[in-house]
Antibody
């Protein structure tokens, strides 16, 4: 059974840093791209970043580029999101989600974690 | 970036109703459109991918259609557990943008 469990959220002062983790189980972690998606309180979903299955490529949303770093440890089945220079606009629930892609069906996110709340506030 | 709009933003319906939600893309995205359902306090749940392919385990009352810039999610025979927010996502080009969501509420 596929499980994704996020951790590391909390309250941080504006300008501060936080590192999120996502522990995966129940599937071959090293075969899948993994994404971070966030949702500000009462707002819609915002795609944040993706890392390729082997860690060879990362892509970021413009809103976090240069401040956030996505990484993974395939030996530990873990995904990370290093978040720096946090501001109020980064306050959100952060979800990790498994990305599936095929040439015929395109991409989609089939399993999601329960999310971890990040609050940037003084 | 590709922008997605959804209509309506809010929909009030009764159990048994047939409802449709539209998602429009700012440029053509072929069939690269995904639909999710989200309930309060929960993570999104995948419903449909490639515009019209039903995810395993999702009831057949859910269906998707469309190509290019206009897409539709239809629920045929609304059930009590279907009252939720529905969101589309384009997966044609990064960044994989989401629509703003449509909340389906009980009339």
């Amino acid at each position: 059974q596929v499980h994704l469990v996020e951790s590391g959220g909390g309250v941080v002062q504006p300008g501060g840093s936080l590192r999120l983790s996502c522990a995966a189980s129940g599937f071959r972690f090293s075969s899948y791209a993994i994404h971070w998606v966030r949702q500000a309180p009462g707002k819609g979903l915002e795609w944040v970043a993706v890392i390729w299955h082997d860690g060879s490529k990362e892509i970021y949303a413009d809103s976090v580029k240069g401040r956030f770093i996505i990484s993974r440890d395939n030996s530990e089945n873990k995904l990370f999101l290093q978040m720096n220079s946090l501001g109020a606009d980064d306050t959100a629930i952060y979800y990790c989600t498994r990305g599936v892609w095929s040439a015929t069906m395109g991409a989609y996110f089939d399993y999601w974690g329960q999310g971890t709340l990040v609050t940037a506030s003084s | 970036d590709i922008q997605l709009t959804q209509s309506p933003s809010f929909l009030s319906a009764s159990v048994g109703d047939r409802v449709s939600i539209t998602c429009r893309a700012s440029q053509g995205i072929s069939s690269s459109l995904v639909w999710y359902q989200q309930k309060p306090g929960k993570a999104p749940k995948l419903l449909i991918y490639a515009a019209s392919t039903l995810q395993s385990g999702v009831p057949s009352r859910f269906s998707g259609s469309g190509f290019g810039t206009e897409f539709t999610l239809t629920i045929s025979g609304l059930q009590p557990e279907d009252f939720a927010t529905y969101c589309c996502q384009q997966v044609e080009t990064y960044p994989f943008t989401f629509g703003p969501g449509t909340k389906v509420d009980i009339k």
